[in-house]
């Protein structure tokens, strides 16, 4: 997806590798001696990495280390404005002058990483040419193989897949993720672009890592959510949702039409909370689960039966007032 963060994960890693500073906890870089990082951007101007970078570092308190990055020469970007790869009229993948470069700057200041941000920029060949993505996959695995570095490309995903963490959602053909050893996906949390969701779609070597969760900060940086966190803000907005629901019982509210937004009463809620429809549908859920809530089936005027949300007759409201954390 378009400027959910991608972009800013990247350099957060970058920043992780060059500096040996865990910027993401979760996410740590099990090296001994800081690394060398490539970034070849396709999309990104100098300036605004160079805020990117700052607004992270700052958050993480390591801009010195930063600072110390860029003296000793770690952090390496470039901004080609021709791709790595081409394809000639009979399907076949041929490295440019560029790739040449690069493996020649590879050579120089053997990185650690390699970062090519973004793949639609890399090669001129369509996206969904499993052919064509499959060569280009061969180039860049021997490149890592190479000079025994990572290399990561930041893709986006089809539009039809926005909300699926397989390891086949990303855009166009299926056999470039088939060459890689990992693939990460970056979703938002419950339509929330500030709130994401880290999830490892793929991994060849070891057992697959949990989930990772970010709140995006003023500065653009990522701050990292703990599931402790999370539980308790869930926790604050169920107490908040059935709150609601208990100093109004004149309003008819459905847990579907919370899900789908579109009646007046579900609405009420929503704004009352200020949290998205998903977030309130998930805490209706759990409050239905811990019997704070409960389905009453009622007729509506035109006889149809309607479940509306109702309290427990033992809920008390002055019980959960603390919770909230905010």
């Not at 969904?128 to 280009?136: L, S, W």
């Not at 703990?226 to 107490?239: K, P, Q, V």
Request: proline share 5%; glycine share 4%.
């Amino acid at each position: 997806m378009d400027c959910i963060g991608k972009s800013m994960l990247a350099l957060d890693i970058a920043l992780s590798v060059s500096t040996l500073h865990p910027v993401i906890p979760s996410m740590r870089c099990y090296r001994e001696t800081p690394g060398n990082v490539m970034v070849l951007s396709y999309e990104d101007s100098a300036e605004n990495i160079k805020r990117r970078l700052y607004a992270s570092a700052e958050r993480s308190g390591i801009v010195q280390e930063m600072k110390q990055a860029f003296d000793e020469n770690r952090l390496h970007f470039y901004f080609p404005e021709t791709p790595v790869f081409t394809q000639t009229i009979d399907g076949m993948i041929v490295p440019t002058p560029l790739f040449h470069e690069i493996d020649r700057e590879s050579a120089r200041i053997k990185p650690a990483l390699i970062i090519f941000d973004p793949y639609s920029a890399v090669s001129t060949s369509p996206e969904n040419d499993n052919n064509g993505g499959a060569q280009v996959g061969q180039f860049l695995n021997a490149l890592a193989g190479k000079h025994n570095c990572g290399v990561l490309v930041l893709h986006h995903v089809a539009k039809s897949r926005v909300d699926d963490d397989g390891h086949l959602a990303m855009r166009g053909n299926t056999e470039l993720p088939s060459k890689a050893r990992w693939i990460a996906r970056l979703l938002s949390i419950d339509g929330d672009h500030d709130r994401l969701r880290l999830h490892i779609a793929k991994d060849s070597y070891h057992q697959r890592i949990d989930d990772v969760f970010f709140q995006r900060t003023l500065s653009g940086a990522l701050k990292e959510l703990t599931r402790e966190a999370l539980s308790t803000e869930t926790d604050a907005i169920r107490n908040r949702v059935v709150d609601f629901i208990a100093k109004n019982p004149e309003l008819k509210i459905s847990k579907n039409a919370v899900r789908l937004n579109n009646s007046k009463a579900a609405r009420a809620l929503v704004d009352s909370i200020g949290a998205t429809p998903a977030q309130v549908h998930d805490a209706i859920v759990s409050a239905l689960k811990a019997h704070y809530l409960v389905e009453e089936t009622r007729k509506k005027p035109n006889g149809r039966e309607q479940k509306i949300l109702i309290c427990e007759s033992n809920y008390d409201s002055e019980e959960y007032a603390d919770e909230a954390p905010f």
